[in-house]
């Protein structure tokens, strides 16, 4: 009879990924090996195959973690005793150090959507990511469709347009604000004044912005002020600003 494991399947894959997380900060997202995460993890290189057969691999299997991470945290923002609209605007008060995983997320989950990694990567993780990524999705669609049964929103409006467009205009704003940011953290960083990781304030832009964007919308209880300071007030009672 064969002896048993030393450590089980599931045990081995958090000892990759914990060896690959420590590999990457050592070097890049990018520049790290197959053998060194091996060696790191103390494992073989067939045990490491069992869990993932590439960088692309390990690449994903991070990033799933990472997102895995950043869903829980809105699925708790998204349960709150708050309205539909307050529930959107309080995704882009969260403080980004309280979504963060690793501290090369923002590498590591460039090169998760980069065409090239997921070509290479096997169909279990890329599947992996799918499946985490439709239910991140089909949790903000169930929280709007919740509030706007309820009587939240008024008016005649195609409820499924609403809320495709609710989604997809905040969600955009949201990463588009954040790329511009990424540009100017260039020069922040060079000036030794990067604030990316701050939590944004009630009158920051984009939040003006965001503001602007939801109220368009006929709401029961439009955003205003008050609503924004008591939403800031919330996330922080609740650790996440």
């Not at 590999?23 to 073989?44: E, H, N, Q, W, Y």
């Not at 460039?110 to 065409?115: F, G, P, Q």
């Not at 009630?202 to 300071?229: A, C, G, H, M």
């Amino acid at each position: 009879m064969a002896p048993a494991p030393k450590y089980s399947h599931q045990k081995q894959l958090e000892m990759i990924l914990d060896a690959a997380e420590e590999c990457i900060k050592a070097s890049s997202v990018m520049d790290f090996t197959m053998a060194k995460v091996a060696r790191t993890a103390g494992l073989s290189m067939g045990s490491v195959y069992k869990h993932v057969q590439s960088k692309e691999d390990i690449i994903l299997a991070l990033a799933h973690s990472s997102f895995l991470h950043v869903s829980k945290i809105f699925d708790q923002v998204l349960a709150l005793p708050i309205t539909t609209p307050e529930k959107v605007l309080a995704i882009s008060l969260i403080a980004p150090r309280k979504l963060q995983y690793f501290v090369f997320d923002n590498d590591l989950l460039s090169y998760a959507v980069n065409e090239a990694v997921i070509s290479r990567a096997s169909n279990i993780w890329t599947e992996k990511m799918i499946v985490a990524n439709n239910a991140c999705e089909q949790s903000f669609k169930l929280a709007l469709t919740e509030g706007i049964n309820s009587g939240e929103l008024i008016g005649e409006l195609n409820l499924s347009h609403a809320i495709e467009e609710i989604i997809l205009g905040s969600w955009a704003m949201c990463v588009g604000y954040d790329q511009v940011q990424r540009v100017k953290q260039i020069k922040q960083i060079g000036e030794g004044t990067d604030s990316l990781m701050d939590p944004l304030i009630e009158s920051d832009p984009i939040i003006r912005s965001s503001i602007r964007f939801l109220n368009s919308y006929p709401w029961q209880k439009p955003l205003t002020e008050e609503s924004v300071k008591a939403l800031i007030y919330t996330l922080t009672d609740i650790n996440l600003r």
